[in-house]
């Protein structure tokens, strides 16, 4: 056997990474075409932003979408660690779809490069394209539909880390919304001394060097937003703010942490925070059918309402 087809680290059912730094993913590679969806309601389409990096959005409309009552545009990210998962599979094409049904938005899924085969800052460049691709205002949807002064963002665990970095750059507008849902952070500070949370510890900063071999530590401000050269959590371009965690995830000390940090920076938007007590990481994506998921859900249609 060639040693460097040999399997280094085994995170199934998820991905196994080789001994040659190439990945296997095992989930988040099937296909499901834009269209009609008769669970969520909403209709897609997609749309190529640039083909020489085969950057491509799928933009959502919920149902009975109106021109003269014009819809928040949601910019989503997803999550999968920086190396799983597409705008087009079958757990996220489900997710965001709902999303724009129940919360009544135009919803656009942006499909970023993936590392290991494009490292970290592609994903971020990546998304900081697509969100002014948007804002130009070039597809018939967005120009139709969309309303340019409600501009939100939200992403779920490397999709969350994704939208928190957007939230600090210039982008030209005010993010009226920004949801971080169980955002992927590390770093070596809080310190946990709960084994389960250890091992997520030890997972996130490995994954972290693999997504991001350029990183000096994992403390790079980009994966921890408390490190100390990180950007002041004051710059955060949104008027309210959301950071959802699971009572469950290895990774809520940080996304806590987070929420103290933006509360006690001077950030002059709103700040809120919800605890899914009991749930695992990203759990209301996996298993959309749970009650506290429904909550959250709900929570979030009423966050994106509010005036």
Known sequence: MDTNTEILHDFAPYFRILKNGSIQRLVGTEFVPAGQDTTTGATSKDVTIDPNLNLSVRL????????SEKLPILIYFHGGAFILESAFSPTYHAYVGSLA?????????????????HCVPAAYDDSLAAIQWVLSCKDDWLSEFGDFNRIFMAGDSAGGNIAHNMALREIGTKIERLIL???????????????????????????????????????????????????????LNCKRLLVCWAG????????????????????????????????EHCFHITTPGREKAKELMDLVASFFSKN
């Open 101 to 117: 049904s129940n919360c009544n938005v135009l919803a656009v899924s942006v499909d970023y490069r993936l590392a290991p085969e």
């Open 181 to 235: 849902f169980h955002p992927w952070f590390g770093g070596s500070e809080p310190k946990v001394t709960d084994e389960g949370h250890m091992k997520s510890r030890f997972v996130t900063n490995m994954l972290w060097k693999y997504a991001c071999p350029s990183a000096d530590s994992v403390d790079d401000p980009r994966i921890n937003p408390m490190a100390q050269d990180a950007p002041s959590l004051t710059g």
């Open 60 to 67: 959502f409309l919920p149902p009975n979408p109106s021109k």
């Open 248 to 279: 469950n995830d290895g990774l809520k000390e940080w996304q806590k942490a987070y929420y103290e940090a933006v509360k006690n920076s001077g950030h002059q938007g709103e700040v809120e925070m919800c605890e899914s007590e009991g749930e």
